[in-house]
């Protein structure tokens, strides 16, 4: 969430895309939590360690944000936005 904030709130950016492999399911399940959108599965998106691997995409835009921002920040940062 301190990135996403600083993301849209210093740099302005529009969208934030976090993509992850498939088999971490401990990073899976805080995009779960936190309710970022999956977009799908990018197939052999990145190559690590000589192996292409597939990587489930989530995307944030800034009206998500805005939307979810005070929950977010309170929720999660433990105070109020």
Known sequence: ???ARHAFE???LHRLEICIVPRN???RRV???LAIRE???????LEIN???EDHVRYGLTVEE???RRAGYVGTWLGRRA
Do not use: H, P
């Not at 977009?39 to 998106?45: D, H, K, P, S, W």
């Open 10 to 12: 210093d740099l302005e």
């Open 50 to 52: 000589g192996t292409w």
């Open 31 to 33: 995009m779960e939590k």
């Open 65 to 67: 944000w805005r939307d």
């Open 39 to 45: 977009e799908g599965t990018a197939e052999r998106f």
């Open 25 to 27: 399911s401990n990073s």
């Open 1 to 3: 969430i301190v990135v």
